[in-house]
């Protein structure tokens, strides 16, 4: 089930081709940085696309458009004083980038608009012929909403909405632009009505249908795109084929805002964070953590706050699947494991995770759920000093595969190296050596007197404990490095006699 805003419910999701869907969606106006609000929409709508295909099975074939033509453009272009079609490769270069870094997966092919000027020019035409555009005394052209009557607003209660005002040479003021005459010092192609460029929407139409024909599964993009642009894509996309529904599902993710305003993140009101600079503070597995926890349909409040809950959730997962692994590995002594429970928890959390991702991709609860897996396995996974009965690593290693698969499943990998400051093999092996050499002192720092009392007196055991007066310092030289070190990126936890280790992010705090 997924909420379509065509029929503003949720419905099943039926496709044209069983286990196949076309999709496609509006990518980047290329004038500018790519920013959070940006990422925001597309990490959403990737997450979603990840647990259609990994999850369910759907073969999904994604094209998305790259906006290579447009006023902001054509304005910031003659504001830099270089080329339109420079600036717009070197931002769908550096967008490309972007996206590759918050391990989103490219669509099957990127379509540039100015690549497909002469389907544009083809594709207006039709629209002409069929009846439901006009060509003005200016040489520019307009799709005529009166033509399709009430149809128009099929996506968007068009009530109280009126068109693009100032335009002298329209019928209507809801009409919108096909084709814009060429002005001076602009782009330009040929045409049939003379020099110029395409509108705003009949791109998406053009390059979707060029693809996916008359029929398309499903569109994605945020709430903002809603209108106009959806709502004028389904117009002319329905001029052109003569169809009654062109797209079967509209899903639109909502804004990310700034923390205490009302205002979604943008270039124009200037309150936007780059998604480099953002990188700069935190990972991307961290920014999927902050999508996860929230429903792609809602808006979203971006601050210090939220992130640090994103990156103390991932922070609680990372920790378990590194004690389960110390667990399994022997370094990890606990009471024994009520293993039935565990099980159970297990199967059951399979079942309600997929559940709640059927009913409109409820990641919220996914993560709920998941969370509480790992709290129940984490309230067993209690270090003692002894051990008394049977070990029980083969549950945690079911535990730790299904965490480790459904967060990739959602595209947070928790092997990821990459995101792991210089976790290089030379530093791996260098921790490995040092945090030996800490258990070495430890061990000895901590160990009895050399000869034990043959008849020891009562309150002996109690004095056995402590360590003697001269290790004292050795001790507070292993708490310290140890200590100096969680700044760095290493955490070292000391389990009795044995150490462990791990390299994470710098500056990520863990709790022990």
């Not at 005002?165 to 003021?173: H, I």
């Amino acid at each position: 089930m997924t909420y379509n805003s065509l029929t503003k419910q949720k419905e099943p999701l039926v496709l044209a081709q069983e286990k196949i869907a076309s999709w496609y969606s509006c990518g980047p106006t290329v004038y500018d940085h790519a920013h959070l609000g940006h990422a925001c929409s597309y990490v959403r709508f990737d997450i979603l696309q990840r647990i259609l295909s990994k999850l369910f099975g759907i073969n999904i074939i994604h094209v998305m458009v790259i906006t290579d033509i447009d006023d902001k453009i054509i304005q910031r272009s003659l504001e830099e004083n270089i080329s339109p079609t420079v600036l717009a490769r070197m931002h769908e270069e550096e967008f490309k980038k972007d996206m590759q870094a918050l391990r989103v997966l490219p669509p099957a092919v990127y379509m540039r608009v100015t690549d497909n000027i002469p389907q544009i020019v083809a594709f207006i035409d039709r629209i002409i012929r069929n009846g439901h555009a006009y060509v003005t005394n200016q040489g520019n052209v307009y799709f005529n909403t009166q033509s399709i009557g009430s149809r128009y607003g099929k996506l968007v209660n068009l009530g109280g909405i009126v068109g693009e005002q100032g335009v002298q040479d329209k019928r209507d003021p809801r009409d919108f632009a096909l084709w814009k005459a060429s002005k001076p010092h602009e782009p330009h192609w040929d045409s049939p009505w003379g020099q110029g460029r395409p509108g705003w929407h009949i791109e998406c139409s053009t390059i979707a249908s060029s693809v996916f024909g008359s029929q398309l599964d499903i569109h994605s993009g945020g709430i903002d795109l809603a209108f106009p642009h959806h709502e004028n894509e389904i117009a002319q996309s329905e001029a052109y084929h003569q169809c009654e529904q062109w797209g079967n599902y509209f899903l639109h993710s909502g804004h990310l805002h700034l923390k205490g305003s009302v205002e979604k993140m943008s270039k124009s009101l200037k309150n936007y964070i780059t998604i480099k600079d953002f990188l700069a503070s935190y990972t991307a597995n961290e920014f999927r953590l902050f999508c996860l926890l929230t429903k792609y349909r809602s808006a979203i409040d971006y601050s210090d706050a939220s992130m640090n809950e994103a990156r103390s959730t991932l922070s609680t997962i990372s920790a378990f699947c590194h004690d389960v692994q110390a667990y399994m590995q022997g370094h990890l002594q606990c009471q024994p494991i009520d293993e039935g429970i565990l099980w159970e928890r297990l199967c059951a959390t399979q079942t309600s995770v997929r559940k709640v991702l059927s009913d409109d991709f409820d990641t919220p609860k996914a993560v709920d759920a998941i969370m509480s897996l790992i709290h129940h396995g984490n309230c067993q996974l209690q270090p003692v000093t002894k051990v008394h009965g049977p070990r029980s690593p083969v549950v945690f290693g079911a535990m730790l595969s299904y965490v480790r698969e459904i967060m990739g499943v959602f595209g947070v990998d928790l092997l990821d190296t990459k995101e792991v400051h210089d976790s290089s093999g030379v530093l791996n092996n260098v921790v490995e050596e040092l945090v030996h050499f800490r258990s070495e002192v430890r061990k000895f720092a901590l160990s009895v007197r050399d000869q034990a009392p043959q008849d020891p007196q009562p309150g002996s055991e109690i004095q056995k404990s402590h360590p003697q007066p001269d290790r004292v310092p050795l001790l507070k030289a292993c708490d310290a490095i140890r200590n100096n070190l969680i700044p760095l990126g290493v955490h070292i936890k000391d389990r009795s006699t044995i150490s462990t280790w791990e390299i994470t992010r710098r500056g990520e705090t863990r709790k022990n």
